[in-house]
């Protein structure tokens, strides 16, 4: 009762041993190590979340970005993540079993578009005054390319039953952590041939800055791509050791995989945004529902597959996303990982239009306090792990799931009190509490889920599991920003509050009254 996999598979699962280096090889010669794919996925997720450093600081340095346009950098990147995580999951993949190697060549790829990333990120931040849309162009596509490595990563890792799936996944939210721990110090120190900003309030983890001080915002871009041109060193480097296995003729095809994929995505996750988008922040001003806009995004997406499949071509893909729990799990995952990621890209503008301002007495800063709930959130996933292989993995999501509620509708409370007092410091704690149960909830149902699924589960339906919970980003951040523009931030957690309760019904549906053996994916 209460697992998501059959007696059978969790034997399998304790039974089996972890192979840390068995990964694809990109022509048989020799397996990527596990360190080297974990260490792009840290990248990835890095660069993708420092838009929320980036965010802050536009409001701190006076930038002129209004509150909805610094939201909308966040709500971008979540759409350009989860866009490009699914045409690249669901049309990227080499025509012929012998070409499936390319996958490695693709992460080359991947890895060299982080790499231009960065460095016009690095630019742009040395100039910081620029119109909006430079800057929403660039955070849609850091989203691509951390959606990209995301799903490439996914095809690369180890897939077979039993054997455990954590080191990348966690990396990349580590590379959050890092991010907010390290970016607010490191933007203290010269960076030669780059602007320099003087600020009118800000922090690190752990003191407030005097205002006047000077930061180098540069230091944002010039980071996450210092560390991608070291992978890209490492990836060539294994491409030596097996003789320079990849050919022209290789790295074309598998350039012509990727990009095709990667410019598909982007351009649907560009038209979305400008249709969601108010006018006042760059968008068309139709706000269509979220939900519909989603749903639509997704099925265009998927529309090259089918199109395959009526043709006679053979479409692994399809039959996955033909079981009913392909779309259960799908829920559940952004009810985990989407949370846990929308509300750490989240959490540090939220703090920021609440309880911060220039005059705000006695208040040491947001990054403070912007690196602690991410870090909880990953340090309690053991608990997620040993409560699913104590009582099941779907019963220990049902009891996040309960705490996931009450988090909401606590974080509701304080928000709402906030919202309408002259000193709204004095409700911090308690909206502190709030979201720190939604980040512990989050990160035990994330690993309660993962610790089951990955027993059974493809790469495919790993990849798709990693796109939706992309979406949450860009769902969770959106949501947030619209109600709190508006005064009402209390409706957006409110609304959280119900996704939560239809996630609990869904799985108390489908899992909790009995084991179901159809997760097989």
Same mark, same amino acid.
């Given at each position: 009762?209460?697992?998501?996999?059959?007696?059978?598979?969790?034997?399998?699962?304790?039974?089996?041993?972890?192979?840390?280096?068995?990964?694809?090889?990109?022509?048989?010669?020799?397996?990527?190590?596990?360190?080297?794919?974990?260490?792009?996925?840290?990248?990835?997720?890095?660069?993708?979340?420092?838009?929320?450093?980036?965010?802050?600081?536009?409001?701190?340095?006076?930038?002129?970005?209004?509150?909805?346009?610094?939201?909308?950098?966040?709500?971008?990147?979540?759409?350009?993540?989860?866009?490009?995580? /699914?045409?690249?999951?669901?049309?990227?993949?080499?025509?012929?079993?012998?070409?499936?190697?390319?996958?490695?060549?693709?992460?080359?790829?991947?890895?060299?578009?982080?790499?231009?990333?960065?460095?016009?990120?690095?630019?742009?931040?040395?100039?910081?005054?620029?119109?909006?849309?430079?800057?929403?162009?660039?955070?849609?596509?850091?989203?691509?390319?951390?959606?990209?490595?995301?799903?490439?990563?996914?095809?690369?890792?180890?897939?077979?039953?039993?054997?455990?799936?954590?080191?990348?996944?966690?990396?990349?939210?580590?590379?959050?952590?890092?991010?907010?721990?390290? /970016?607010?110090?490191?933007?203290?120190?010269?960076?030669?041939?780059?602007?320099?900003?003087?600020?009118?309030?800000?922090?690190?983890?752990?003191?407030?800055?005097? &205002?006047?001080?000077?930061?180098?915002?540069?230091?944002?871009?010039?980071?996450?791509?210092?560390?991608?041109?070291?992978?890209?060193?490492?990836?060539?480097?294994?491409?030596?050791?097996?003789?320079?296995?990849?050919?022209? &003729?290789?790295?074309?095809?598998?350039?012509?995989?990727?990009?095709?994929?990667?410019?598909?995505?982007?351009?649907?996750?560009?038209?979305?945004?400008?249709?969601?988008?108010?006018?006042?922040?760059?968008?068309?001003?139709?706000?269509?529902?979220?939900?519909?806009?989603?749903?639509?995004?997704?099925?265009?997406?998927?529309?090259?597959?089918?199109?395959?499949?009526?043709?006679?071509?053979?479409?692994?893909?399809?039959?996955?996303?033909?079981?009913?729990?392909?779309?259960?799990?799908?829920?559940?995952?952004?009810?985990?990982?989407?949370?846990?990621?929308?509300?750490?890209?989240?959490?540090?503008?939220?703090?920021?239009?609440?309880?911060?301002?220039?005059?705000?007495?006695?208040?040491?800063?947001?990054?403070?306090?912007?690196?602690?709930?991410?870090? /909880?959130?990953?340090?309690?996933?053991?608990?997620?792990?040993?409560?699913?292989?104590?009582?099941?993995?779907?019963?220990?999501?049902?009891?996040?799931?309960?705490?996931?509620?009450?988090?909401?509708?606590?974080?509701?409370?304080?928000?709402?009190?906030?919202?309408?007092?002259?000193?709204?410091?004095?409700?911090?704690?308690?909206?502190?509490?709030?979201?720190?149960? /939604?980040?512990?909830?989050?990160?035990?149902?994330?690993?309660?889920?993962?610790?089951?699924?990955?027993?059974?589960?493809?790469?495919?339906?790993?990849?798709?599991?990693?796109?939706?919970?992309?979406?949450?980003?860009?769902?969770?951040?959106?949501?947030?920003?619209?109600?709190?523009?508006?005064?009402?931030?209390?409706?957006?957690?409110?609304?959280?509050?119900?996704?939560?309760?239809?996630?609990?019904?869904?799985?108390?549906?489908?899992?909790?009254?009995? &084991?179901?053996?159809?997760?097989?994916?």
């Amino acid at each position: 009762m209460g697992s998501f996999m059959p007696t059978t598979e969790r034997i399998r699962l304790r039974q089996s041993d972890y192979q840390s280096s068995a990964l694809a090889s990109d022509c048989g010669v020799q397996s990527l190590p596990l360190w080297f794919v974990a260490g792009v996925h840290f990248a990835g997720f890095g660069l993708w979340f420092c838009w929320t450093l980036v965010a802050v600081h536009l409001h701190h340095v006076g930038a002129g970005l209004a509150f909805m346009e610094r939201f909308s950098l966040l709500a971008i990147s979540g759409l350009g993540a989860g866009c490009v995580g /699914l045409t690249l999951s669901l049309g990227a993949h080499p025509a012929r079993r012998e070409e499936s190697g390319e996958y490695g060549v693709m992460l080359g790829w991947s890895l060299f578009t982080l790499l231009l990333l960065s460095c016009g990120l690095t630019w742009l931040l040395s100039h910081v005054v620029a119109p909006v849309w430079q800057w929403q162009g660039l955070a849609l596509l850091c989203g691509a390319g951390a959606g990209a490595s995301s799903a490439l990563v996914h095809q690369l890792r180890p897939h077979s039953r039993g054997q455990r799936r954590v080191g990348a996944s966690d990396a990349a939210h580590w590379g959050i952590v890092m991010g907010l721990l390290v /970016l607010p110090l490191l933007v203290l120190l010269p960076l030669p041939s780059q602007g320099v900003v003087s600020v009118l309030w800000t922090s690190h983890f752990f003191a407030r800055l005097a &205002p006047g001080t000077d930061l180098w915002l540069a230091w944002s871009g010039a980071f996450w791509g210092a560390i991608t041109v070291l992978l890209l060193a490492c990836w060539l480097r294994h491409q030596r050791r097996g003789s320079w296995c990849v050919s022209v &003729p290789v790295a074309v095809r598998s350039g012509w995989y990727f990009y095709r994929a990667f410019f598909f995505g982007l351009t649907l996750a560009a038209l979305g945004a400008w249709l969601v988008l108010p006018s006042s922040a760059g968008g068309s001003g139709l706000v269509p529902p979220k939900e519909l806009l989603l749903a639509v995004l997704i099925a265009i997406a998927l529309a090259p597959m089918l199109l395959s499949a009526r043709g006679g071509r053979q479409t692994p893909s399809l039959d996955h996303l033909r079981r009913v729990d392909t779309w259960v799990l799908a829920l559940l995952w952004v009810m985990s990982q989407g949370s846990f990621l929308g509300l750490a890209a989240a959490f540090p503008l939220t703090v920021e239009r609440l309880f911060v301002g220039s005059a705000a007495p006695g208040y040491p800063g947001v990054f403070v306090y912007a690196w602690m709930l991410p870090l /909880l959130g990953i340090l309690v996933r053991p608990l997620g792990t040993w409560g699913s292989a104590r009582w099941g993995g779907a019963l220990t999501t049902q009891i996040c799931i309960v705490i996931m509620v009450a988090a909401s509708v606590a974080a509701a409370y304080w928000v709402y009190q906030a919202q309408g007092s002259a000193q709204p410091a004095r409700y911090f704690s308690g909206f502190m509490l709030g979201f720190a149960l /939604l980040f512990v909830a989050a990160g035990v149902a994330q690993s309660a889920l993962a610790r089951d699924v990955e027993a059974v589960a493809s790469s495919r339906a790993w990849v798709w599991l990693s796109a939706m919970a992309a979406f949450g980003v860009f769902y969770i951040c959106l949501t947030l920003a619209e109600q709190l523009e508006r005064g009402k931030g209390v409706q957006a957690l409110a609304g959280f509050a119900l996704f939560y309760a239809l996630c609990g019904v869904t799985n108390v549906w489908r899992y909790v009254r009995g &084991p179901r053996s159809a997760l097989a994916l």
